[in-house]
């Protein structure tokens, strides 16, 4: 094993962002009805395209056309879970890559169960936080509700094993991020805890892995390509407010003016 | 019947805020689709930590686990309906305190219906402005669609007496808020008019209810706690904005400022 | 065919958002849950009354109480599609007038279907961004997902003749907005282009038609009203903010702000 650390500026990442906003990725989402809006809204100012296409009549003609998917489970239905399923099989016959952010997984059966079948359909990241994580790798997360309560030092060991047995990257965002394919570890310091204090900041960060994924090198590099941007992002929107409210306007700001 | 009146700064309000802040209750929400967002990055703004769960499938395995519940019927379906039902029953079984918030209750049929059953599983808090407390008082409440057409005050004996038949606290939101446990009657003047065009701001108010319940001395006091935060933070975003959009960016970094 | 510009200031457009503000017109909104929140900040922040009420249950109740109504299949599903055909033909029956945007038509046959079928309950305006015109009229459009790949003057033939097939007036957004009922065509330049940086822009549009719908001259001044108005508050928030985030912030201000 291998751990590296990266962090904007940083030439690959620089160099994907700038394939990103040149190519704006049609990134489908099939997210929880919290971040919806704050998802498509970092999606745009990162310079992706977002399509909230939801409807289990829609998906399969849906995900073959969009160049990466999101399937997030934080407020999944069981409407929702037949359109997931569908789409999550759609994505796996198309070969368009996804993400799948298995929200408050370990805690809740309906939707750990769900997040199980989806494993089956090859997500090539899956982004959480520790207890998700924990979750999510059969471990037993100290999660309550959807903020984690285990720390994504934690849940790394968890982490890689998850990446080995599924072949998927996987993703946990804490104070500092891991990316590990199960092999190599990456670690994405900076951000900012009141990524913390805005609803949904994780599911955005997940989002824009599915938009890095298109072009990015491996799902590795877009994972860090994701974490690493909304870091700095977060960082540069953190230096010049003071609350909640202004940090999360102004990180829509900075995503749309980092300088590749 | 007494009246006392109850602002920021208050020894017992800021005691309670520490206390929220310190704990961070998990805050189980059913509301609406319009308001999730701003719902919960209220809660997260004051300290608090919110999970919307919502399938009908998961509600009884979350609600006990949950610190308290919101149910907020601003546009409930058929669907949602089922799981805010099982919800308040899993409450009441289970202890949970919660607060109903009656949107547009009164004027709709549906919801009405919905909205008196709920009543049977006893919530702590019954929130809504003037025309939703008449409404689902009975009395006929002059409402049309989800913005009052009636003063708080002159909801206030409807309040009263809803909350002697049902045991609940009532919160009447307008100019000044009325809490009424049936006797005594506490005033929280203050907040700001721009309140009223930030959609989802007495929503989100219901929430932060929520989030007091578990720890404050009683479900009036912590109708009370949050309405006077709310009314403060209010104050001091609209001191330094100009309009609605800043305004509301302003009123989560307020809450998350506010000095205990 | 005559075209004209109209652009803010404008004694019509001025005396129209006079005559809004004065009235609070009731807007019901069946939107797409990316949305609801910023379309119902932006009614709120013109002086409209937004209403989210979706249950197929609620619909046929609460269309005859509204002033005006907005049909918007973005995020539609099999239940939300009942609720909008209950909608329109409520909207119909009452003279409720209203709006119609066909988010993604064109490129997914489930809406597709759907909106060809509101077609029949006789939508006073129909808008949407060029690709989206081109798809429900029946043209080859080049749309892939939700953003549009045709400029609004390309859909402008189809747009005249979709309105002298529909009866309704047509309204492309775009660099230039264009609105025509099928005689007239009104151009109306201006706007920004963070307006496609921020999601739900052309949604939220959509919606202050409707707001307008009530009281305007015709359906082409409400459009036309809408537009302009959008516009120069777009313009006032771009000058002062460097990107999205605040833009967004900006925006609702601005709409506010406006002197009649």
Known sequence: MTTTERTWPDPAIAADLAALRARGPLVHCLTNLVVTNFTANVLLAAGASPAMVVAVEEVGEFVP???????????????DAEAQRAAATAAAAAGTPWVLDPVAVGGLSFRTRLALDLLDSAPAVIRGNGSEILGLGGAAGGGRGVDSTSGSDEALPVAQDLAKRTGAVVAVSGATDYVTDGEEVVAVPGGHVWLTKVTGAG??????MAAFLPFAASPLQAAVDASAVFAVAAERAAAETRGPGTFATALLDHLSLLDT
Request: proline fraction near 0%; aromatic fraction near 0%.
């Open 65 to 79: 056309v969009a160049d990466a998917l999101l399937i997030n489970v934080g407020t999944v239905t069981a409407a």
């Open 203 to 208: 599911c955005a960060l997940g989002a824009l």
